[in-house]
Structure formats: C-alpha cells, structure tokens
C-alpha cells in the first residue's frame, strides 16, 4: 500500500509498519480529549527482535 502524504507527496509507508486509531483521554478536568495512537504490527515488533535492535 502505497499512501501519498499530503504535505510534499512523497510515499508515506506508516501503514505498512503500523496502524493507527483515535484513543479517548479523560483528563484532570473532566474533559474529553482525543489522542492518536500507533499500534505497531507483530511482523514488525518480531523483526525487531530478531534483529535484536529491541
């Protein structure tokens, strides 16, 4: 998969290494917020290691 990221078109391969979602907060306030967060795929954690970068 081959995503063009709009900012200076060139690839942008995030997907291919991880996915992504909006993850709810709640903070001291009672208010809600949304924060990104990047779930990475097994294949790549599993390559890490075998590599033993982790």
């Known amino acids: 998969m081959n995503i063009k990221h709009k900012d200076n078109g060139k690839p942008f391969w995030s997907l291919m290494l991880a996915s992504g979602y909006w993850k709810i907060l709640e903070d001291s306030e009672s208010t809600t917020q949304r924060e990104w967060q990047w779930q990475l795929r097994p294949q790549v954690a599993q390559a890490l ?5 982790v």
């Open 49 to 53: 290691e075998d590599l033993g970068w």
